[in-house]
């Protein structure tokens, strides 16, 4: 199965489009996985501007093929963020933060991927880390780069709540065969280049590869950057709306009137942005987790 990325406005200043994969009406979750943008490469470095929004229940990974990211946050934070380095945020019980890109010499060129907490993990204390040194695996014609989980071997310092893999593929052109954990689904996502499993798949879309499978082939005749992205089949359903993940409509309610009456569950800090985005109106229906 292929997922198409399809093109999304985010609110707020931000004028860079963004493509998303995850979630999707045929597919919820990779794993734990259960958001997917990708965004550039751009020349607008500096219109990555995401004031003070919240977050519950999950994990927000930023990860840059390309530019300069500030992120800040309502436990103290202050991380620029280059290529080739994790910022890992664990909202946990609840936090703010804001990004916002700076001007660099080349383009902006990124990912943003969220995890979704396990439930008895949904309140956490936040918790902030930046990772600038990542275990790289070079293979015969790939480059490796692990941001979380384990791959051939190295294994990523970064914290996470369930089984996971977050890989960094560099790929020279030719055919290669990538190793999987047959425990885990996947999805290939193309970051940059070109890729064939089997059938072509365009930038910013992704290939699910369902649990079972110990490696897959794949091809590229001008070279491809692909983010692998792995984990044991989320076995809990969640509900995500806006910035938040929970487990029942309640909890959701609670985060929003929280949120956008300022109380102290969410915490403030001060950054170069200013502002802070309001959450939007709850539907009308009972959201249900899925
Ligand atoms: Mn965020």
Redesign the pocket.
């Known amino acids: 199965m292929i997922i198409e990325a399809r093109p999304i406005k985010l609110t707020t200043r931000t004028g860079i489009e963004v493509r998303r994969t995850l979630p999707h009406a045929k597919l919820k979750t990779i794993g734990a996985w259960c958001f997917v943008d990708h965004f550039g490469p751009t020349w607008q470095t500096e219109d990555m501007v995401?004031a003070a929004?919240?977050?519950t229940g999950l994990q927000?990974v930023t990860w840059l093929f390309e530019g300069l990211i500030e992120h800040r946050d309502s436990i103290g934070s202050v991380q620029l963020i280059e290529a080739g380095q994790l910022n890992l945020?664990t909202a946990g019980h609840g936090i703010s933060?804001?990004?916002l890109s700076l001007k660099t010499e080349g383009t902006l060129h990124a990912v943003?991927l969220w995890v979704a907490l396990p439930k008895e993990y949904l309140d956490l204390a936040p918790a902030f880390e930046h990772q600038a040194d990542l275990p790289v695996v070079e293979l015969p014609g790939i480059n490796a780069k692990v941001l979380v989980g384990e791959f051939e071997g190295a294994a990523a310092p970064t914290t996470h709540f369930s089984e996971l893999l977050g890989v960094e593929l560099r790929l020279v052109p030719g055919n290669h065969t990538i190793s999987l954990n047959p425990e885990f689904e996947h999805g290939l996502m193309l970051a940059e280049g070109d890729l064939s499993v089997g059938e072509h798949i365009e930038v910013s879309s992704l290939k699910y590869l369902a649990p079972g499978q110990t490696q897959v082939e794949v091809e590229t005749k001008a070279g491809a950057v692909v983010m692998l992205l792995g984990g044991v089949p989320f076995p809990e359903k969640i509900l995500m709306w806006w910035?938040f993940i929970g487990r029942s409509h309640e909890e959701i309610e609670l985060a929003r009137s929280q949120w956008n009456s300022r109380e102290e569950r969410f915490g403030s800090f001060e950054d170069k942005i200013g502002g802070w985005i309001p959450a939007p109106e709850l539907p009308s229906v009972r959201l249900q987790p899925r």
Do not use: Y
Request: charged share 10%; aromatic share 0%; glycine share 0%.
């Open positions: 995401v929004h919240p977050h927000t945020m933060h804001s990004e943003q910035n």
